[in-house]
DNA sequence: TTTTTAGGGTACGTGCCGTACCCTATCGGC
DNA sequence: GCCGATAGGGTACGGCACGTACCCTAAAAA
């Protein structure tokens, strides 16, 4: 009988607990059954993920390889209403429950986050922000708003929704009145602001280390690199 | 010996069970413990709660007590900086963190969450609102701000940064970025729509209340350099 | 071929959940 | 003050899942 080995057989857990996932949610993944279904046993599963945890977030990387694509419809509020309603689409499906356990389950242990990160949140960071460049581009926002934090509020606050209320599908109008209420808002309010000769918003703190028109690119470096230790002393 | 009854029992489990919280968060949180710590057993917990869930969020309850009582500046900045930086602290004690827990293990059980809520999260709406509404009628913000999506923006981004980037205290240049790259915005961009843009009044306040420097240890902080250590292999 | 590496099979020890019994202190009614 | 019903105390058990330890063998490397 032929035997499986190195990354095929690595593959083929990993293909099992994605399955797993899938269907029995993070609560319900056992590495028995893991093991069970790839037709092997909890050894070779031990022998290359440290943990329940290790191996949930490595399968989730796996499943979450769908990128989404990003919508152009030439219009920034469509645009991003109809992200957000992909996002919402995503975050209501089993991937996003199986996402929002992830995180539950890696945010006591640091090193398992920066991993489920790299697999999910910074590239969500740059779809937002290639939205709103093109607006920029277009005359519909101000450079001053490419800003990570700007231009993930929409998302933010979605997620939001989905940590107070569980993982009840948001409602179209709660969407709606994200975009309405805050996203565009808060967009267009930059520009007034700006565009009303009062740049001392910018001055100070952020003209040595935080410079706000930086290219976008640079942005998302900043943030993506931006996790810091805590360094406790006192 | 004495043998206690009804009510005084379901206390003494209670405090019990919120001890065992903050020493070991929920995921450490087992039933004998808490019956061990409460001088009984698991039949008088299993009598009063169904399970796990259950007694973790009640136990909650008696720690989320501790009101935050607001702060009144006279300025918005200000209060909504100062309310922000108590949330942080909140967020990051281990209170904090057991809340965050909780959330994540009741989101699976929608009575549960139901029960979460009302113990912790309408209640800062209305907090977020009432700091704002100060601010309208200073004349600081529009009426027409005063939306609880966008009152709570502020703290909605805070919780994320803790979804997102684990148990780390955010550093105070976030709440700060927060309140000054978007919160501020939104609020006076709304000011700017509604009031067919003139911020002109916004503008000397602005330099009034606005700290240059923030503390030197957070700058350093945001420089210190940690470039990702990989988590295990693959 | 011989040696080394890595998978397969299986059994354990441990911890915790939730339940079941049986005993006994306390309470409320008489 | 006695007496049944109620509820707490003590304990044991079944079950499950995690993580570990052996021992055996196929497959790759030397």
Known sequence: MKRRRGVVLADAILQAAADELVESGY????????????????????????????????????LADAATDVPDTGSLREDVLELLRRVNRQFSSPLG??????????AAEADLLAGLRAASADAGSRLWLGVLERAVTRGEAPASALHPR??????????????????????DDVLVEIVDEVYLPLVRGRAALHASADPADDRGRDEEDRPDHEQPEQ????????RQHQPHHQ
């Open 219 to 226: 942005a998302l470096d900043r943030q993506a690199d931006d």
């Open 150 to 171: 700007v231009a993930t509020v929409a998302v933010v606050l979605l997620r939001n929704e989905y940590v107070v209320r569980g993982a009840q599908t948001a409602p």
């Open 27 to 62: 609560a319900g993944l056992t590495m028995e059954a893991v093991a069970r279904r790839a037709g092997t046993n909890k050894n070779a599963v031990y022998r290359r993920w440290p943990g329940k945890a290790a191996l949930g977030i490595a399968a989730y990387g796996r």
């Open 97 to 106: 429950a199986v996402q929002r356990d992830l995180l539950a389950a890696a």
